[in-house]
């Protein structure tokens, strides 16, 4: 007998990340937000019109998306838009990532909004966010999940195969950046995790993942900040101190300047969508 083991399918699949950081139906949300991104993939899934028309403006192919009934609107991570959402428009929003290497989304580099028309699966989504079996429920959320997926992500890019590739050899870093990682870790901490110097690994980091590991330190925090500040009513101050913020003052000001508001004021406009 002779048997060929795909050996890179399962390394991938072990260390792919889907977790799933805000579900939620919104009847009542209004906002008005230029310039605005996250560093989560969103998917809204509208279910009624507003009685005013509400869209979103992807900014770096200057198309806009209509939310109307049926649809279901994908915003990648970091992706800048302009939204304007009738306080009367109800939709389904479900946040996520998607990582083969933590910290480093598969849909960093996605070039666009996506849309699709889906009634069914629309009328499904308010169901599940509705249903009180949490876990046949997340089972269902996951198969929807990766059908999109499936649907969206350039899988067969040579660019993110490449990436994939050269990213083992920072496995160390990142693992260590998962589970241990705060305000307090150093770019240094991850060139000594893989046993380079930190010049070296800056340089080949960035060559090979598409981003600098001060950028990526930077992404992580941020993305851990928003993950708290969104999925509880943690204070302010109780964020910081998790994170190993020296006070609530730098975490606020670390905060602000990243994304142009203060924590409490993304809390309130990011807890719909």
């Known amino acids: 007998m002779i048997v060929h083991r795909k050996e890179t399918l399962l390394r991938h699949h072990a260390f792919t990340r889907l977790p799933l950081v805000h579900a939620a139906f ?23 019109a507003g009685e005013e028309p509400s869209v979103i403006r ?14 279901v609107c994908f915003l ?10 009738d306080p009367h428009l109800q939709f389904v929003s479900w946040q996520f990532s998607l990582e083969l290497f933590y910290g480093v989304d598969v849909f960093t580099a996605h070039p666009r909004c996506e849309v699709l028309e889906e ?45 994939v590739e050269k990213g083992e050899k920072y496995r160390p870093a990142l693992d260590f950046l998962r589970y241990l990682g705060d305000a307090t870790t150093t770019v240094g901490q991850l060139a000594e995790r893989c046993g380079m110097r ?15 590991p001060k950028r990526l330190l ?38 602000k300047q990243h994304t142009g508001m203060a924590p409490s004021v993304f809390r ?3 807890a719909g969508f």
């Open 26 to 48: 919104v009847d009542s949300y209004g906002c008005d937000l230029r310039g605005n991104s996250m560093g989560v993939n969103r998917l809204l899934f509208i279910c009624e």
């Open 58 to 71: 992807d900014l770096a192919t200057t198309t806009t998306l209509v939310l109307t009934p049926g649809r």
């Open 76 to 85: 990648p991570c970091n992706h800048v838009v302009d939204l304007h959402l």
């Open 119 to 163: 009634v069914s699966l629309v009328d499904e989504a308010r169901l599940l966010v509705e249903r009180e079996a949490e876990l046949g429920t997340l089972w269902r959320v996951n198969e929807i999940l990766y059908h999109l997926i499936a649907r969206w992500c350039q899988t067969d890019s040579a660019h993110l195969q490449q990436r």
């Open 198 to 212: 930190r010049d070296t690994f800056s340089r080949q980091f960035r060559r090979d993942m598409g981003l600098t």
């Open 218 to 255: 930077t992404r992580v925090l941020l993305n851990q900040a928003s993950a708290r500040l969104l999925a509880r009513e943690a204070s302010v101050k109780t964020v910081a101190e998790e994170l190993k913020f020296s006070s609530e003052f730098y975490f606020s000001r670390f905060f």
């Open 268 to 270: 309130k406009l990011h």
